[in-house]
């Protein structure tokens, strides 16, 4: 099975997507969620755009001046992310699409994270920007209180309740190709051609500890039936958002997709990126 891990964001100190029951899901396609995950996030998601290369991405707004999203993204080691185009497009807004003005020292093309060695974001892949004008609302931050669930070096940390699991989002790869073996599908390639903003859902399965700090997985198994999703290429930014206390919040961001447990790929195949939920005879 393909793991997605993501930078864990608690109120306390990966790569669009794809899924799992139809190469094309227009509820979950540059939609807003509704039913029980109507507000689960989708509404506090905003895309970065690129100027130099058109890239997009996307990130989480926590505050009325800030947004969450990937350090990996190309942000660079000093600090600044420059030529960015911040947006809520229509499909996010439900009506016109809203721009955000960049400011950083008189310069208009230039926005700096806070803290990048500091605090709660140290060794992570956790960024924050601040940006000139509001955001009209944020969303709050999840916290480990809650009914216990995963144990993490002495500490109990609840991920989730009611059996609703996460909502994911990302800008990435559609679902591609479908990866078979001696007829059996295994999981399906990524198609670059379909690049837009999605949400899906997942089950947080538990968390591992790294050089980015503690971070949360989940699997790709197909349990969960429609709207199972996993994290693709370019979906790294997007948000992790946990139910707690009747309100969806923001729990961390994609931050990898990790490779199948049983092994490495077999060496005389060539390698591929896909979501992979049985590995056998491709691996060894």
């Known amino acids: 099975m393909k793991v997605a891990l993501l930078s864990i964001l608690f109120a306390s100190p990966g790569p669009g997507m794809i899924f799992f029951d139809a190469a094309n899901m227009p509820g979950n396609t540059e939609t807003a969620p509704t039913g029980p995950y109507a ?92 940006i000139w004008e509001t955001f009209p609302s944020y969303a709050e931050l999840y916290s480990q209180l809650g009914s216990p669930d995963v144990e993490v070096g002495g500490d109990i940390i609840s991920f989730a309740e009611d059996g609703e699991g996460l909502v994911m989002t990302g800008y990435g790869d559609g679902r591609g190709a479908t990866v078979t073996l001696s007829g059996v599908t295994k999981g399906w390639l990524g198609n670059v ?25 989940c699997d790709f198994d197909g349990t969960l039936g429609q709207s199972e999703c996993q994290a693709a290429n370019k979906d790294s930014g997007g948000g992790w958002f946990i139910k707690d206390g009747g309100t969806w919040k923001i729990a961390g961001i994609n931050f990898a997709v990790d490779s199948y447990e049983y092994g490495p790929p077999n060496p005389n195949s060539n390698g591929f990126r896909a979501a992979i939920y049985d590995g056998a005879g491709l691996y060894y």
């Open 39 to 130: 507000n689960s996030g989708w509404q506090f998601q905003i895309v970065t755009t690129r100027q130099n290369g058109g890239e997009q991405y996307l990130g989480t707004i926590i505050s009325p001046k800030h947004y969450l999203t990937a350090a990996h993204v190309g942000l660079g080691s000093s600090g600044t992310m420059d030529r960015e185009i911040i947006t809520q497009p229509s499909y996010i807004t439900g009506g016109a699409e809203k721009v955000f003005t960049i400011r950083n020292s008189g310069n208009p093309q230039t926005i700096q994270w806070l803290d990048p060695d500091d605090g709660m974001m140290k060794n992570t892949d956790l960024r924050v920007f601040e």
């Open 193 to 217: 051609a379909d690049r837009r903003a999605r949400w899906g859902r997942n089950i947080v399965d538990g968390v591992t500890t790294s050089s980015q700090g503690l971070l949360l997985y």
